[in-house]
Each structure stands twice: as structure tokens, then as C-alpha cells.
């Protein structure tokens, strides 16, 4: 992908779109290299912590930076690798005999048990997981504001009961509570519906994930 293709995507979020999609098999790649197996698309939550990584890459990338595909492994490698470290950060309380290897396994199985359910409950939305880096916002900054008014949207209970009977955010009630102003959230409902379900429906280990992307630890989801 040469220097002006990357400039555009950076100021054309249609262009973005179609560089992260032919990038996937990159992705996969990276992630598969990085972690010493095969991903799944739908099933592991590295696959879009990658995705994120090369969101925040194209935002990032200049020509200095040399080849983008060399800069945007390395942020995905990293991205990876910090997930896998914080997995690990309870090693020392291993039993005996138990070892690093499997408690990053367990807790990718954690991961896989609410993906695959989330996945689930997303289909009665008609959202998917590619949703997520589709309707992503452009900017950083903007993306964490998302983040930060799904967490707040799970909070009142009358939103998520709203949520739940028409499959949709209730953008007046969620402006009246002051959630977000309302030419926001129309922007991107969708991506802030998604993020909301995680925390409505208590995934754990995805909005871990997301408090992390909110709070900097990870330049996150996306």
C-alpha cells in the first residue's frame, strides 16, 4: 500500500474501510505469528485487538515511519503481546507444575465462551463483530468518547430496558440523561450500541478490554 493510498485512507473513512478489510489476512497473520497459533475471527478477542492496532496505525503512520506494513505489524505485535502480558500479570499465583502457557489458554477460553455468546445476541441487532471496526470512529479521541458513553448507557436501567424492547439505542432518553449530545450519538449509534451490550449483558472480559481502551492502558478496540 503505497504513502498516498494511506493519506487517503486517513481522510476518507470509506477508503479506511476497504485498507482494513484487504488488511485482515494481515491481521491474522500478525496475530497468528505473535502468538505461536491460528486465531479465529469470531472467536478471539487478539483478532480485534489487531484490528484496532491497524485502525490506530493508519492515524498514526507517515512516510518516516518507512513501509506502513512493517509499522502496522509492529503496533499489532505489541498490541497483542501487552494483552497477553496483563493476562498474565496473576502467574505468580500459579499452582504447582501449572504453567504461564496455560493460564493464557484458560483465559482465551474465557474469551471464547463470551465472544461466542456475544456474537449471539449481536445477531438479534443485525450487528456483527465486523460492525465494530466499520462503524469505529475515525479518531482516537473520538472512539474513546464513544467507549465512555456505552459504558454510561449501561448504567441506567430504563435505557437498557429500551434497548432491549426495540433493538435500538433511544437516543432521546440517552440525551435527556446527558449521556452524550444528541447530533453524537447519531453519529455513531452504532458502534455505541455495540460497545453498550457488552456491558449490558456483563461480558467481563470484553469490557475489561474496553475499560482498558478508555482508561489508556491499550490504544484500543477499536
Same mark, same amino acid.
Given at each position: 500500500?503505497? @504513502?498516498?493510498?494511506?493519506?487517503?485512507?486517513?481522510?476518507? !473513512?470509506?477508503?479506511?474501510?476497504?485498507?482494513?478489510?484487504?488488511?485482515?489476512?494481515?491481521?491474522?497473520?500478525?496475530?497468528?505469528?505473535?502468538?505461536?497459533?491460528?486465531?479465529?475471527?469470531?472467536?478471539?478477542? @487478539?483478532?480485534?485487538?489487531?484490528?484496532?492496532?491497524?485502525?490506530?496505525?493508519?492515524?498514526?503512520?507517515?512516510?518516516?515511519?518507512?513501509?506502513?506494513?512493517?509499522?502496522?505489524?509492529?503496533?499489532? &505485535?505489541?498490541?497483542?503481546?501487552? @494483552?497477553?502480558?496483563?493476562?498474565?500479570?496473576?502467574?505468580?499465583?500459579?499452582?504447582?507444575?501449572? /504453567?504461564?502457557?496455560?493460564?493464557?489458554?484458560?483465559?482465551?477460553?474465557?474469551? &471464547?465462551?463470551?465472544?461466542? /455468546?456475544? !456474537?449471539?445476541?449481536?445477531?438479534?441487532?443485525?450487528?456483527?463483530?465486523?460492525?465494530?471496526?466499520?462503524?469505529?470512529?475515525? #479518531?482516537?479521541? /473520538?472512539?474513546?468518547?464513544?467507549?465512555?458513553?456505552? !459504558?454510561?448507557?449501561?448504567?441506567?436501567?430504563?435505557?437498557?430496558? !429500551?434497548? &432491549?424492547?426495540?433493538?435500538?439505542?433511544?437516543?432521546?432518553?440517552?440525551?435527556? &440523561?446527558?449521556?452524550?449530545?444528541?447530533?453524537?450519538? *447519531?453519529? #455513531?449509534?452504532?458502534?455505541?450500541?455495540?460497545?453498550?451490550?457488552? *456491558?449490558?449483558?456483563?461480558?467481563?472480559?470484553?469490557?475489561?478490554?474496553?475499560?482498558?481502551?478508555?482508561?489508556?492502558?491499550?490504544?484500543?478496540?477499536?
Amino acid at each position: 500500500m503505497n @504513502e498516498i493510498s494511506i493519506f487517503e485512507a486517513q481522510q476518507n !473513512k470509506v477508503i479506511r474501510n476497504q485498507l482494513i478489510e484487504e488488511k485482515i489476512p494481515f491481521v491474522i497473520y500478525m496475530a497468528t505469528k505473535t502468538l505461536g497459533r491460528y486465531i479465529e475471527t469470531e472467536n478471539d478477542v @487478539e483478532f480485534l485487538i489487531g484490528l484496532e492496532a491497524l485502525n490506530d496505525a493508519i492515524d498514526l503512520y507517515d512516510a518516516e515511519k518507512g513501509q506502513f506494513e512493517t509499522f502496522a505489524g509492529t503496533m499489532i &505485535k505489541h498490541r497483542i503481546l501487552d @494483552e497477553v502480558k496483563k493476562n498474565a500479570n496473576y502467574a505468580n499465583h500459579l499452582a504447582y507444575g501449572e /504453567t504461564l502457557d496455560d493460564v493464557v489458554v484458560q483465559d482465551n477460553t474465557d474469551l &471464547k465462551i463470551e465472544l461466542s /455468546t456475544f !456474537k449471539t445476541i449481536l445477531r438479534t441487532y443485525n450487528l456483527a463483530f465486523d460492525d465494530m471496526v466499520g462503524a469505529s470512529p475515525t #479518531h482516537r479521541d /473520538t472512539r474513546i468518547r464513544a467507549l465512555k458513553a456505552s !459504558k454510561k448507557t449501561a448504567s441506567f436501567q430504563d435505557i437498557i430496558e !429500551k434497548i &432491549k424492547q426495540y433493538f435500538k439505542l433511544p437516543i432521546p432518553l440517552m440525551v435527556s &440523561k446527558k449521556i452524550e449530545t444528541r447530533r453524537f450519538l *447519531y453519529a #455513531h449509534k452504532k458502534y455505541i450500541l455495540f460497545s453498550s451490550l457488552a *456491558y449490558i449483558h456483563h461480558f467481563s472480559e470484553i469490557t475489561s478490554w474496553i475499560d482498558d481502551a478508555i482508561g489508556g492502558e491499550h490504544d484500543e478496540i477499536h
